[in-house]
T-cell receptor, first 111, second 110 residues
Framework: DGGITQSPKYLFRKEGQNVTLSCEQN?????MYWYRQDPGQGLRLIYY???????QKGDIAEGYSVSREKKESFPLTVTSAQKNPTAFYLC??????????FGPGTRLLVL | GQNIDQPTEMTATEGAIVQINCTYQ??????LFWYQQHAGEAPTFLSY????GLEEKGRFSSFLSRSKGYSYLLLKELQMKDSASYLC???????????FGKGTTLSVSS
């Protein structure tokens, strides 16, 4: 089945630790996106990539980093510089029709 | 700046019709999307409007007026499973990410 997978479903971070969230898609989509969702807030864009080896900062990129070495993969690293990382992280991808489809999400919690 | 407004909460009863409004102010316009999101789950795509008018898809319809910066999602024959958040999102330029509203939480009661 084609789709977007994210892992893990739940992730715990200790103080000062970097953690990486995985996002993989087999839809042959060129564009991929990372959003953060907090209670009572809309989805906010962290980073997006329209093509392999290229990505752009979104509205809240500080404290995060990404890479896009393969078309299928767009991992997000939450660095220790992100002081309030507890949130629901959603990865999405889009093809030529530009409708974005979302993965199941990763919930990040701070210990 | 970029701004998308939708009501925070709405309630309705099973079998009824509900309309969720969305107004937007963006620097450009290249399409409006509606997503449904159940608690703790990912958003799922419902509809896409880029031209003025009504798009119908089963029990759900979406309307767009670009001159008014306005859209609505119409849900007919409401069911309990329609209880969810409904997210309005606008793409201001082709090839860019979406700008999301904060979502409307719909509660359907029997």
């Amino acid at each position: 089945d084609g789709g977007i997978t994210q892992s893990p479903k739940y992730l715990f971070r200790k103080e000062g630790q970097n953690v990486t969230l995985s996002c993989e898609q087999n839809l042959n989509h060129d564009a991929m996106y990372w959003y953060r969702q907090d209670p009572g807030q809309g989805l906010r864009l962290i980073y997006y990539s329209q093509i392999v080896n290229d990505f752009q900062k979104g509205d809240i990129a500080e404290g995060y980093s990404v890479s896009r070495e393969k078309k299928e993969s767009f991992p997000l690293t939450v660095t220790s510089a992100q002081k309030n990382p507890t949130a629901f992280y959603l990865c999405a991808s889009s093809g030529t029709e530009e409708t974005q489809y979302f993965g199941p999400g990763t919930r990040l919690l701070v210990l | 700046g970029q701004n998308i407004d939708q009501p925070t909460e709405m309630t309705a009863t099973e079998g009824a019709i509900v309309q969720i409004n969305c107004t937007y102010q963006t620097s450009g316009f290249n399409g409006l999307f509606w997503y449904q999101q159940h608690a703790g789950e990912a958003p799922t795509f419902l509809s896409y409007n880029v031209l003025d008018g009504l798009e119908e898809k089963g029990r759900f319809s979406s309307f767009l007026s670009r001159s008014k910066g306005y859209s609505y999602l119409l849900l007919k024959e409401l069911q309990m499973k329609d209880s969810a958040s409904y997210l309005c999102a606008v793409r201001d330029q082709a090839g860019t990410a979406l700008i999301f509203g904060k979502g409307t939480t719909l509660s359907v009661s029997s």
